[in-house]
């Protein structure tokens, strides 16, 4: 068994090697010249390719100069097409490529995807080796069959040598491969800041787009390269929109969550206000994947109020489109901004307006966002649950669960709301019972019918400490009803009714577990007020 590094330097390949290319492979000149007694020196291994092949790759002289006098074929090409020349270029040995070229090979043989030895070197950041390659006449514009060249892939390996060399021979620093991209696409793309910054000073065009419609900036703020941007400096290409939707680079930071690239664009003076073809600022986008660190960005904005109130096309505000079972609607309701009524805004399906309180905002009422970072520990969600705001609730709760029940994460949750749900109700009025839901989980008919039926006059205050480990599922139960429970019902409550305050367990962005803690536990903790059922579903 023996081990072979690709042309590309992509992939390594384990095969078991004749023994002709075992002995390439090993160097072992002796070795080699006693298995060319008895065996071609043309012959191929499972992958096609030739003892010649190995041993440059390799950078054995003496046994590619045993195998060249021994007529070995120095054009050969394996199933890729890739022949010696690529093989020592990928492995940047200089001095086989000298011997190849005076033996007669082909500078600028194409593999099968058009790739020259020029474009192995140049991927492979061999610097020397591009040198010695064009100035045996390759050629610096050669293209692949999608019209990458040479300097595509120096840029994208971050190279700064090996881009001087290509330039210096007559490369494009404007070249476009197939799909419109340019040398600064890859680098802006790969966050090699010194390839930018070196090709920007020769000749590179900021402004280009690529046939998608992106600069260089919009692929520096999707990938996240803070360094690659502060390349840019200030201007107009900060704000620049796309062809196609009028995405900005503030807009892709947005949606993709790049929180260090949209607090940068907004230092260098990127347009907060921008717009794209639906009318929607990148606090709309933000709000929309529940990317709640870019919106405490735009809170701590000197114009982020305006931003946050701002309507798109459709009349919705970024808390309009917000998931309703996200960190982001939490945080803007902290501050003030109310998700508006399903008759006023046009609802998008998962939508925090969906299922969340009607009502408008005033301008005049949103909370002032602190001076300081905002610590998401500190946002509170409080309700009240009144006796003709619970039994219907009871209902949504059970529609959500046949709606999103396919996601186990999303049933547990559901599962743990109605749990709470029920203990709520048997301790505060005892008109809800195990014998009145059936068997999903949902209340019964005549239930959800005696809603407006009245409770008795006292009923218990429920208080939730703060959440904290083994607390997680109870406290995710709570962060659900907040969000169920609409403004409409809470006017219909009566004057005397309970209120549950807790502080739900947020998570950075990119978990998967966003509600549902790491540590859940269902038995150990402190029961609420006045409840001897030792459910375990009651517990915070």
């Known amino acids: 068994m023996a081990t072979f590094v690709g042309p590309t330097g992509l992939s390594i390949v384990q095969v078991n090697l004749p023994p ?16 060319m007694l008895s065996e071609s020196v043309n012959s191929r291994d499972s992958l096609g390719r030739t003892a010649l092949q190995v041993a440059a790759h390799e950078g054995h002289i003496a046994t590619s100069t045993a195998l060249l006098d021994r007529r070995c074929d120095i054009a050969a090409a394996d199933e890729e097409g890739f022949t010696a020349l690529h093989a020592a270029a990928a492995g940047g040995h200089v001095r086989i490529l000298q011997l190849l070229l005076a033996r007669g090979a ?3 043989a194409p593999s099968k995807r058009g790739w020259a030895p020029l474009h192995i070197a140049a991927e492979q950041g061999h610097a020397d080796v591009c040198d010695m390659l064009t100035t045996n006449g390759a050629n610096v514009r050669v293209r692949s069959r999608n019209n990458l060249e040479p300097l595509h892939l120096a840029a994208a390996s971050g190279d700064v040598a090996t881009c001087r060399v290509l330039v210096s021979a007559g490369a494009s620093a404007v070249a476009r491969d197939v799909a419109g991209t340019q040398p600064l696409h890859f680098a802006a793309m790969k966050g090699h800041k010194i390839v930018f910054a070196w090709l920007l000073s020769h000749g590179a065009d900021l402004s280009a787009f690529t046939d998608s419609g992106w600069t ?6 999707e990938f996240g390269h803070v360094g690659v941007l502060s390349e840019c400096g200030e201007g107009p290409h900060l704000s620049v929109a796309s062809k196609h ?14 929180v260090a690239t ?11 206000h921008s717009r794209d073809c639906d009318g929607e600022t990148a606090a709309h986008l933000a709000a929309w994947a529940d990317h709640m660190s870019v919106i405490e960005c735009i809170l701590l904005h000197p114009e982020g109020k305006n931003v946050l109130l701002a309507e798109d096309n459709s009349h919705r505000r970024p808390v309009d489109v917000a998931p309703a079972w ?8 902290r501050y003030g901004y109310v998700v508006k009524s399903a008759t006023d805004v046009e609802t998008l399906p998962g939508s925090a307006s969906d299922c969340a309180s009607t009502g408008s905002i005033d301008a005049d009422t949103i909370a002032t966002a602190p001076s300081g970072p905002i610590s998401v520990s500190s946002i509170d969600t409080t309700f009240a649950v009144g006796p003709k705001s619970l039994v219907p609730l009871l209902a949504q709760v059970q529609d959500l669960a046949g709606v999103l029940g396919g996601d186990a994460r999303v049933k547990t949750i559901l599962s743990q709301a109605l749990d709470s749900l029920l203990c709520i109700q048997d301790e505060s009025s005892g008109t809800l019972s195990s014998s009145e839901v059936d068997d999903c989980g949902s209340a019964t008919a005549e239930v959800v019918a005696s809603a407006a039926l009245p409770l008795p006059p006292t009923i218990p205050t429920l208080h939730l400490p703060p959440t904290g480990p083994g607390a997680d599922i109870s406290a995710a139960s709570v962060s659900l009803l907040s969000s169920l429970l609409t403004e409409s019902s809470l006017n219909d409550a009566e004057t005397n009714v309970p209120s549950v305050t807790a502080a739900p367990t947020l998570h950075s962005e990119g978990t998967s ?18 409840c001897s059922h030792d459910c375990g579903e009651c517990l915070t």
Do not use: E
Not at 20 to 35: E, T
Not at 262 to 272: E, H, K, N, P, S
């Open 20 to 35: 002709l290319h075992a002995a390439a492979m090993r160097g072992d000149a002796r070795a080699l010249r006693k298995v």
């Open 106 to 108: 082909a500078v600028d």
């Open 216 to 221: 260089a900036t919009h692929m520096a703020a």
């Open 245 to 258: 939707r009028l995405w900005t680079p503030l807009h892709i930071a947005a949606v993709k969550g790049q």
């Open 262 to 272: 949209f607090r940068a664009l907004l230092v260098q003076g990127a347009d907060i």
């Open 326 to 333: 996200g960190r982001t609607i939490l945080l803007l309701t």
């Open 513 to 530: 577990d966003a509600f549902i803690g790491g540590a859940a536990s269902s038995t150990n903790g402190v029961n609420l007020a006045g």
